[in-house]
Nanobody, 124 residues
Framework: QVQLVESGGGLVQAGGSLRLSCAAS????????MAWFRQAPGKEREFVAAIRGFDGSTYYAVSVKDRFTISRDNAKNTVSLQMNSLEPEDTAIYYC?????????????????WGQGTQVTVSS
């Protein structure tokens, strides 16, 4: 069983930055693919970014590419999401997810473990 705890959400003005962190209680953390998803009110959950455990390769949704950066620290069992140039459309609950599949997936149901989420609100 893997437990994931997100932190770092909050209220920020458009154009500002936030850094989300996810702490994982997992053996062999480096073998897990880690991802961030988000869900805005009235909308379906959507993929934001992922980082592969095998080699640290990163993957981004088109809407956040060049603004967000996902990274991981395997020594500390953490994954982070640096969010710059935030827009009101980025307002959502952000979830950390973990999966041990061989391939990185953008599909939420493919991830086995989820955090409780952290709220990000971007004001215009």
């Amino acid at each position: 069983q893997v437990q994931l705890v997100e932190s770092g959400g909050g209220l920020v003005q458009a154009g500002g930055s936030l850094r989300l962190s996810c702490a994982a209680s997992a053996r062999a953390f480096s073998t897990y693919n880690m991802a961030w998803f988000r869900q805005a009110p009235g909308k379906e959950r959507e993929f934001v970014a992922a980082i592969r455990g095998f080699d640290g390769s990163t993957y981004y949704a088109v809407s956040v590419k060049d603004r967000f950066t996902i990274s991981r620290d395997n020594a500390k069992n953490t994954v982070s999401l640096q969010m710059n140039s935030l827009e009101p459309e980025d307002t959502a609950i952000y979830y950390c997810a973990a999966d041990r599949s061989a391939r990185v997936t953008y599909r939420g149901p493919d991830y086995d473990f989820w955090g409780q989420g952290t709220q990000v609100t971007v004001s215009s």
